[in-house]
Antibody, heavy 122, light 109 residues
């Protein structure tokens, strides 16, 4: 049974760096053809993809956010960490981590975490 | 502005068949399978379809299809519990990134 859970601060100040941790169980990120990614959703708005790390440590970032994002994995701890620099109130959102599986020629999300709401305010 | 285009809202009555669409281009939907995600009352999303594959536990009234650069999610025999926001998503090779649609609010009348 695959589960993922996000953790981190609920409130950050503008210009600070946000660090979120996704702790997962039921799979290993050293196993082939899997990945863990981050998606966010501002209140009342659509889902926005942020970043993805694959089992082989290959990484992909949203082109519009890549200069602010870093994603890393710690296989021994079953964790994936996302950092986002220079936080702004428009970054207020629920942040989700997700498990990616490979099928039909591409990776897709099959499991989602419960999400964590991050508010950016002074 | 989302890379994939979805209807803002769709409605149907209990038992009806409804189809949600997701339009992209040759760099995304035209090249990769599409995932569909259900979000009920702003809770965590849940995967209800990938390509034509139904995840475990999802009722078989959900089905997926694709024609060219448009993907569709069809719900046959609409149920009250299907009322939710639905998002489509796929990979875009020119962006080397995952892209989402703006979401469709499905209302069950």
């Amino acid at each position: 049974q695959i589960t993922l859970k996000e953790s981190g601060p609920t409130l950050v100040k503008p210009t600070q760096t946000l660090t979120l941790t996704c702790t997962f169980s039921g799979f290993s990120l050293s196993t082939g053809a899997v990945g863990v990614g981050w998606i966010r959703q501002p209140p009342g708005k659509a889902l926005e993809w942020l970043a993805l790390v694959y089992w082989d440590d290959d990484k992909r970032y949203s082109p519009s956010r890549k200069n602010r994002l870093t994603i890393t994995k710690d296989t021994s701890k079953n964790q994936v960490v996302l950092t986002m620099t220079n936080m702004d109130p428009v970054d207020t959102a629920t942040y989700y981590c997700a498990h990616y599986n490979y099928a039909s020629g591409s990776y897709y999300i099959d499991y989602w975490g419960q999400g964590t709401l991050v508010t950016v305010s002074s | 502005q989302s890379a994939l285009t979805q209807e803002a809202s769709v409605s149907g009555t209990v038992g009806q068949k409804v189809t949600l669409s997701c339009t992209g281009n040759n760099r995304n939907i035209g090249s990769y399978a599409v995932g569909w995600y259900q979000q009920i009352s702003h809770g965590a999303p849940k995967t209800v379809m990938f390509g034509k594959s139904l995840p475990s536990g999802i009722p078989d009234r959900f089905s997926g299809s694709k024609s060219g650069t448009t993907a569709s999610l069809t719900i046959s025999g609409l149920q009250p519990e299907d009322e939710a926001d639905y998002y489509c998503s796929t990979w875009d090779y020119s962006l080397s990134a995952q892209v989402f649609g703006g979401g469709t609010k499905l209302t069950v009348l």
